[in-house]
C-alpha cells in the first residue's frame, strides 16, 4: 500500500505539470551542432527547452533513438543524467564523442604533438612551392555520343560568369547538347586547385593539369591500414553509376592522396596512449571523415555539403586537404569540450535496440525526448556506410526500425507493418521505463499520412497519447533544403513534437474520428491569416493539419503532403511559395 501511496503522489505532482504548447526554436550555429555532421539533428537549444520544461536537475533523461548524441549533450549541460541508445555503431561513437568528459587542455597538447608530426607528410601530399593545396576540384569526363570526342564537365557544363551548372552540355566540337545521364563516363580528374600561400593570407586559384597534383599517389603505396568495406548493390543507396564509376568498396569513395592521409591519421591516433583523449581524436577524425571523401559537391554560387540521404558522386566534387580539415574540425571540438568540461550533468551510450532498452529499469525515467526514424525518409546504416567502415563495426540492416522495400527478405526487407511493430514495440519499451506521470516528447515529420497513422497506432499500443503537439524549428534550411525548396519541392527544416503522457492501452481494432473537409478548411484558413509567409507553405501547413490531427486524436488518413497541397489550391492563392487567403476574403 506504502508503493501504491508514493506512486500515487508522484502522479499528482507530475500532473500538475501541463504540456509545453509553445513552439521550441533551435539554430545550427552552436559549437554542438557543428562539432561532427549526422543525418539527422535536434538543435540543442531546443532540447534544452525541453528538458527544464520537464525536468528537475538529477532527472534521469531518456533517448532510445539517440542519434547524434544531442539529448544527451542538454543533459548534461543542464545537469540532468541521461541514457542513451542506439542500434548504429556510427551513433554510438558520434554521441559518446559529444558527451564524454575530456580535458580540453591536454586533448590540445596531444592533438599539437601528433599534427606536429604530419608536417613532411602534408607538404609531400598537399604541398606546392610558396604554399600548399586546401583543395582540389575534380570534374568527370564523358565520351561524346556523336563523335567520341572527350567531354569535360567542367568545360562544358558551369557556365562561371553566371554561376551556375548548366544541364545539358556538348562536345568540344559542337555535338549536342546531351543530358549527362545519357553519356558514357570515363573517368574522374583534378581541374582547379586552391592554395593557401605562406608568404600572404590571400588564396591562389588556378587550373590543374590531367595529371597534375590531384594524381601523384597511388593506392598501392599507402603504408596503413585503410577500410574496404564492401559497397554493395542490394544496399537502399547503391545506384549503377556507382558500378560505372568503379566505387565497389568504402576505400573508394576517396582519392588515393586523401585516402593515404586518413589512414596515416588513423594509424597515429590508435598508438595515443590515454583512452579519453584517443577516443575524443577519433571523434575529430569522423567528423572529417565525409568531408574528405569525394561525396562534397562542389557549387559555383554558394558552399555545399555532403548530399545527405544519398551516396551520390557529383560531376564536380571537391578534394580537401586532410589535415587542413582535421585541424579545423580540432579546433571546433577542443571548444565544444571547454563547454561540456565542467558541466554538472552526466551520460551513458548504448549501442542497442530500442525496442529492447534492457538496460533502463521499469518506472526509473523522469522524461523521454526520441527523434525516431521517419519511415522510410533515411536509410542510416547507408548513410552512416563511411564512419562505420572506419570503425569497423556495421549496422544490423535487418534490425533498423526503417521502411526498407528494395531488400530481399534475407536481407531485411521491411514493410509499413513491420516498421509500426517495431515502433509500436519501442514505445512500449519507453512506456514501461517512465516513471509514473512522466511525459515523453515525440518528434517527427513524414509527407506520408500512412506513415503518421503507423506512428499513431505505435502511440496508441503503448499506452500514450498525445496531449499536444508543436512545432520544432531547427532554423534556416540546409542547402540542400534551399536548393530544392527553390523548386518548390518537400522541404521543410521543422518537425512537430508530440508530448505523450500515459493514456489507455488502444484495443488493437480502435477507430478514430474522421474529420471532414470543412473541418481542415477552416484550420487552414485560421492559420494562414495569422502566419507570415515563411509559415505559410505547404510543409508548414501539412504539418499544421497533422498537429490539429493529433491534438484532436482524429485520423491521419487521407491527409498526405498532396492532399494539402490540392486542398490549398483550392481555397487558397500562392504568391511565390507561400499560402495567402483569395484576394476577395475579408
Same mark, same amino acid.
Given at each position: ?13 507530475? !500532473? ?278 569525394? !561525396? ?135 512506456? !514501461? ?78 477507430? !478514430? ?74
Amino acid at each position: 500500500m506504502v508503493d501504491l501511496y508514493h506512486r500515487q503522489l508522484a502522479l499528482d505532482e507530475a !500532473r500538475s505539470r501541463e504540456p509545453m504548447t509553445d513552439n521550441i526554436a533551435g539554430g545550427k550555429g552552436s559549437v554542438f551542432y557543428r562539432a561532427h555532421s549526422y543525418h539527422t539533428k535536434v538543435p540543442v537549444e531546443g532540447l534544452i527547452q525541453l528538458i527544464e520544461y520537464y525536468t528537475d536537475p538529477g532527472d534521469v533523461v531518456l533517448d532510445p533513438f539517440c542519434g547524434s548524441g544531442q539529448t544527451g549533450v542538454a543533459a548534461v549541460l543542464t545537469g540532468r543524467h541521461a541514457v542513451l541508445s542506439d542500434l548504429s555503431p556510427a551513433a554510438v561513437h558520434i554521441a559518446r564523442g559529444y558527451t564524454a568528459r575530456v580535458d580540453p587542455d591536454r586533448f590540445k597538447q596531444v592533438a599539437s604533438e601528433l599534427l606536429g608530426g604530419f608536417g613532411p607528410l602534408e607538404m609531400d601530399l598537399y604541398g606546392v612551392p610558396g604554399g600548399r593545396i586546401e583543395y582540389t576540384v575534380w570534374s568527370d569526363v564523358y565520351r561524346c555520343l556523336t563523335c567520341e570526342h572527350e567531354i569535360l564537365f567542367w568545360d562544358a557544363a558551369v557556365d562561371h560568369e553566371a554561376g551556375a551548372v548548366l544541364k545539358r552540355l556538348s562536345c568540344p566540337v559542337g555535338h549536342g547538347p546531351f543530358k549527362k545521364t545519357d553519356l558514357h563516363w570515363l573517368r574522374s580528374q583534378p581541374v582547379q586547385e586552391n592554395i593557401s600561400l605562406d608568404s600572404q593570407a590571400a588564396r591562389l586559384v588556378r587550373p590543374v593539369e590531367a595529371a597534375g597534383q590531384g594524381s601523384r599517389v597511388e593506392r598501392a603505396t599507402i603504408p596503413h591500414w585503410y577500410p574496404s568495406v564492401p559497397w554493395e548493390s542490394w544496399r537502399e543507396m547503391w545506384r549503377a553509376q556507382h558500378e560505372v564509376q568503379g566505387i565497389v568498396t568504402s576505400a573508394d569513395f576517396f582519392t588515393a592522396r586523401n585516402l593515404y592521409a586518413l589512414s596515416a591519421l588513423w594509424n597515429a591516433i590508435g598508438q595515443v596512449e590515454e583512452d579519453s583523449i584517443r577516443a575524443g581524436l577519433r571523434f575529430v577524425f569522423t567528423a572529417s571523415v565525409n568531408r574528405a571523401s569525394r !561525396r562534397y559537391q562542389w557549387h559555383p554560387r554558394r558552399p555545399t555539403n555532403v548530399l545527405s540521404s544519398t551516396m551520390y558522386l557529383a560531376s564536380l566534387n571537391y578534394e580537401f586537404n586532410v589535415f587542413s580539415l582535421f585541424r579545423r574540425k580540432l579546433a571546433t571540438i577542443t571548444d565544444m569540450y571547454r563547454q561540456t568540461w565542467d558541466a554538472p550533468g552526466s551520460c551513458e551510450v548504448h549501442l542497442g535496440a530500442a525496442e529492447q532498452i534492457a538496460w533502463v529499469a521499469d518506472g526509473s525515467v523522469d522524461y523521454v525526448f526520441t527523434d525516431p526514424p521517419f519511415g522510410s525518409n533515411i536509410y542510416y546504416s547507408d548513410s552512416s556506410f563511411l564512419w562505420e567502415a572506419w570503425l569497423g563495426e556495421q549496422t544490423d540492416v535487418a534490425a533498423e526500425t526503417v521502411v526498407n522495400r528494395r531488400l530481399t527478405a534475407e536481407l531485411g526487407r521491411t514493410t509499413l507493418d513491420d516498421y509500426e511493430k517495431a515502433m509500436s514495440r519501442a514505445m512500449g519499451e519507453i512506456s !514501461r521505463v517512465m516513471r509514473p506521470g512522466a511525459w515523453a516528447s515525440l518528434q517527427f515529420h513524414n509527407s506520408d499520412d500512412a506513415v503518421w497513422s503507423s506512428i499513431q497506432n505505435a502511440v496508441d499500443s503503448a499506452g500514450l497519447r498525445v496531449e499536444a503537439a508543436v512545432v520544432m524549428d531547427k532554423g534556416q534550411a540546409s542547402f540542400k533544403g534551399l536548393r530544392h525548396e527553390d523548386k518548390g519541392e518537400k522541404v521543410a527544416n521543422f518537425d512537430l513534437v508530440m508530448h505523450l503522457a500515459a493514456g489507455t492501452q488502444a484495443s488493437p481494432n480502435a477507430q !478514430r474520428r474522421e474529420v471532414d473537409r470543412a473541418e481542415i478548411e477552416k484550420e487552414l484558413r485560421e492559420y494562414v491569416a495569422h502566419q507570415p509567409a515563411s509559415r505559410r507553405t505547404t510543409p508548414w501547413l501539412h504539418s499544421q493539419v497533422m498537429r490539429y490531427l493529433l491534438a484532436e486524436g482524429a485520423s491521419p488518413a487521407g491527409w498526405s503532403f498532396a492532399a494539402v497541397e490540392s486542398l490549398c489550391s483550392e481555397i487558397l492563392e500562392r504568391r511565390g511559395n507561400a499560402w495567402n487567403l483569395p484576394v476577395n476574403r475579408k
